[in-house]
């Protein structure tokens, strides 16, 4: 099997001092109907940190916890990441596994400037082939005159095609602008209370959502309305998450679908 140098270094961690983490467990109450505790999705994650002068090496596993005869099937990921800093950047590489299966993984490279509000990534997969590119971003943020312009440009290595997202932010109020070849959106933001917020998005093709996110003490209800689409409500509230998502047709509502789900963390 072949592993990329990186994840190498993060499991040695050679020349480094250790801060380990305990294992952290949780379980994920799912909506459907089970014969047994498969409904619960128990996992168990663990991580941890070496350091190597000035580069910091973290590591990590989640893995399934139902009982099973194959034992393969457990892990769920295996991960890796070396950071460091050079003058104002700060740069990391991140490799993750899904699974045993060590000849395919998901590679991520990041830098970042605190001070000029500039990120750049690239996202890639490494196979047989090598590292191939998959996206490649950037996010520069401006102030002007009390608001927040953020421009976000990505490009799909895949299919060549440019995505640009611009924003603008002030005073409880946003309008985000997201342009393709193909499709152009605009969503406006405003915060109307300490409690409410409303979010209509529009598109070129003529497609309307509408968002209404509602605070209620502990717990927040987002309602979004598709005309002659659908009606998705969502509440979460405690680690508890509940979603409804109804069908329209002709203003009839059909196809009512209802999820509920916790996490259980300890």
């Known amino acids: 099997m072949k592993y990329p140098s990186l994840f190498i270094l993060s ?19 799912q909506d459907g109907r089970y014969s047994d ?11 941890n940190r070496n350091q190597a002068g000035n580069v910091d ?16 099937s457990l892990p769920k990921s295996l991960w890796g990441k070396v950071s460091s800093t050079f003058g104002p950047w700060g740069l ?38 090598g590292i191939r590119l998959n996206e ?13 312009i953020t421009v976000n440009p990505r490009l799909d290595v895949n299919s060549d095609e440019a995505t640009v997202f611009i924003s603008y932010d002030k005073d409880g109020t946003s309008v ?24 209509p998005t529009f598109s070129n093709s003529g497609a309307l959502s509408i968002d209404w996110e509602h605070k209620v003490n502990d717990s927040t209800i987002t309602t979004t309305f598709k005309p002659e689409k659908s009606i ?13 998502n109804m069908d ?11 999820g509920v789900k916790k996490d259980i963390s300890f």
């Open 92 to 129: 990391s590489a991140k490799v993750n596994f899904e699974g045993l299966d060590y000849t395919n993984a998901d590679v991520k490279f990041g830098a970042t400037n605190a001070g000029e509000e500039l990120t750049l990534s690239v996202d890639g997969s490494y196979g047989n082939g």
């Open 11 to 29: 499991l040695l961690g050679l020349g480094g001092s250790a801060v380990a983490e305990l294992p952290k467990f949780s379980i994920t109450v």
């Open 176 to 199: 985000e602008v997201e342009a393709c070849k193909d499709v152009q959106t605009v969503t406006l933001s405003r915060q109307l209370d300490s409690e409410n917020r409303i979010t």
């Open 248 to 258: 329209l047709k002709n203003n009839d509502i059909t196809n009512v679908k209802i």
């Open 232 to 244: 998705n409500v969502v509440w979460e509230e405690g680690g508890w998450n509940a979603d409804i």
């Open 37 to 47: 505790v498969y409904g619960l999705n128990p996992t168990a994650s663990w991580s």
């Open 57 to 72: 090496i973290d590591y990590g596993i989640e893995t399934d916890l139902r009982v099973t005869k194959d034992i393969t």
């Open 136 to 148: 490649i971003q950037g996010t520069k943020k401006f102030l002007v005159d009390d608001a927040t």
